[in-house]
């Protein structure tokens, strides 16, 4: 089809475990418990299906994934053990994708079929000293017949109980991902645009992070001793060769491209305060908060994403908005002093500070951020004997957004054609006038421009979800328990940026109906 959208997923699971035990067993006196070294063998087989459309944009993919485990976890003592073992994975992916412009004439197929092999060992050491600390130190070697590499990746993990209701914990890894270039990036499938995606062997598509990280967590009284608890967590990961979308202007050609993007640090933390506010006979109110501030910057970018080999012209080269230092969430636009009352034109900032009406996109800076400066989630849970209703808020502060609506609907119109009421009413129209936004003209501008006057800082609370359910007891079917329900997503939003909503594709709001029966 022309309009609409899809996506069906479908996924089956199998898995198979055998152990035994091996050797003598340890005893500990204090716990009155016994630990016995074992042998294991662990047989993981997982099928993935998902069939997309977007348009004419049409996806196809398959992946069937095979994981055998054999391990042995030896114990020293009670608290001191030593897991080794070896595992070899199989993924036989099947992929294909159809990418039919037919207004820019062209009607691209892509096909990403291939076989991964991969067969490695590892060992994992533990030490725990009583209610109080445990270290975990673990190695791993692969290699992965598909990319040709051997792969080292070590990680530890410390916990210490400095009190009873305090816990702190440290961690760190390397790891090594194989990216699936269209189900890691499906949003860009939502376009009509042309897209040009290298062959496989041009992309590198092994992701690798390298993560530091550590956790503060309290328990404490709310309303009872021990029903609330505070947790901090601490992290800080670096991201290389991260497979990423960039849109190019419809100027280069209307293509999106598919690109290594480099090397990208974040570094953040996370908060969560759970507590139980009501708890009675007949009443329970759970709440969670919890939120995250994120930073990121660019270390480096990819020589193939800075080369000309993605330039369509050689006299037109790619415009990049991203920096070396800078963060890939930066809003570049030419800084504004706003509109002249004596004229109506815009003042324009140069990059030397100067005033201008002359509008240069090589004077264009940094003026905002897309990435909140908190965001996050909270959740309550209201219980009365069989009924059940959950609210989740969402919310986001401190972080800008370029508003297009302004642009596209208020400033940058035809007024034969439908638009925004602000276009009407907040517009220069005589010399004298103080207002936000261009005279109106006859026709659209041909040559659209970024101006700092349309960046505002986008502050949101909004009802994402809400779920209401009924758990009873059939007495005639042959159910332990039954509970239907019923929950709707995106409920109501406010918002200090007034913008269009509902207009990106695909958008919807849901309604979920529940029947989960148990036997």
């Known amino acids: 089809p022309l309009y609409g959208s899809h996506i069906r997923n479908r996924n089956a699971n199998g898995y198979f475990k055998v152990g035994m035990p091996v050797g003598p067993a340890v005893y500990d006196p204090d716990e009155q418990d016994e630990m016995r070294s074992n042998l294991a063998f662990v047989a993981d087989f997982d099928h993935f299906s998902e069939d997309a459309y977007f348009g004419l944009n049409d996806y196809t993919g398959n992946q069937n994934s095979l994981a055998l485990n054999l391990m042995y976890n030896h114990y020293f003592t009670y608290r001191s053990s030593l897991i080794v073992g070896v595992q070899g994975h199989l993924d036989y992916y099947r992929e294909t994708l159809g990418n039919d412009t037919p207004w820019l004439g062209s009607d691209r197929a892509y096909d990403f079929g291939r076989d991964e092999e991969e067969a490695g060992a590892y060992a994992e050491y533990t030490y725990a000293i009583k209610d109080k600390f445990s270290v975990v130190a673990g190695l791993r070697g692969d290699y992965n017949h598909y990319y040709d590499r051997f792969f080292l990746t070590p990680r530890g993990h410390l916990k210490w109980n400095i009190t009873p209701s305090t816990t702190l914990r440290g961690s760190a890894g390397l790891g090594y991902r194989s990216t699936n270039v269209i189900t890691d990036n499906i949003g860009m499938l939502a376009t009509g645009r042309e897209l040009v995606i290298p062959a496989l062997g041009d992309l590198d598509r092994l992701e690798k992070a390298l993560t530091l990280g550590g956790s503060l967590t309290q328990t404490f009284g709310l ?53 139980q506010v009501i708890r009675s006979k007949n009443w329970a109110w759970t709440t969670v908060i919890n939120g995250s501030h994120v930073k990121d910057r660019i270390k480096q970018i990819s020589d193939k994403l800075k080369n000309t080999a993605y330039q369509l012209e050689e006299d037109n080269p790619l415009k990049l908005r991203f920096r070396e230092g800078g963060s890939q969430y930066d809003i570049y636009a030419v800084r504004s002093a706003g509109i002249d009352p004596a004229t109506g034109q815009e003042i324009f900032i140069n990059k030397n500070g100067e005033y201008t009406f002359k509008y240069d996109a090589a004077d264009e800076v940094v003026v905002g951020n897309t990435q909140p400066k908190l965001q996050g989630t909270w959740l309550n849970t209201l219980r009365y004997k069989g009924w059940s209703l959950n609210l989740v808020f969402s919310y986001k502060f401190g972080g800008d957004t370029y508003n297009k609506t302004l642009w596209e609907k208020v400033e940058d119109i035809d007024p034969r054609y439908n638009v925004d009421e602000r276009a009407f009413t907040d517009r220069w129209k005589n010399p004298g006038d103080l207002s936000r936004y261009l005279a109106i003209k006859e026709r659209r501008s041909m040559t659209p421009h970024n101006s700092e006057r349309f960046v505002e800082r986008l502050n949101e609370l909004w009802l994402s979800s809400a779920t209401l359910t009924y758990e009873f007891q059939p007495k005639r079917l042959r159910f332990k328990r039954l509970a239907v329900g019923v929950g709707v997503s995106d409920i109501v939003r406010f918002s200090t940026v007034k913008y269009e909503r509902g207009t990106s594709y695909p958008y919807c709001r849901t309604i979920n109906l529940t029947f989960r029966p148990t036997f």
């Open 223 to 275: 309303v009872n001793p021990g029903d609330a608890t505070l947790s901090f967590d601490y992290f800080r990961n670096t991201t290389k060769d991260q497979l990423m979308t960039i849109p190019l202007p419809a100027s280069t050609g209307s293509e999106d491209i598919v690109v290594n993007f480099g090397e990208n640090q974040n570094v953040g933390y996370d908060f969560s305060v759970a507590g």
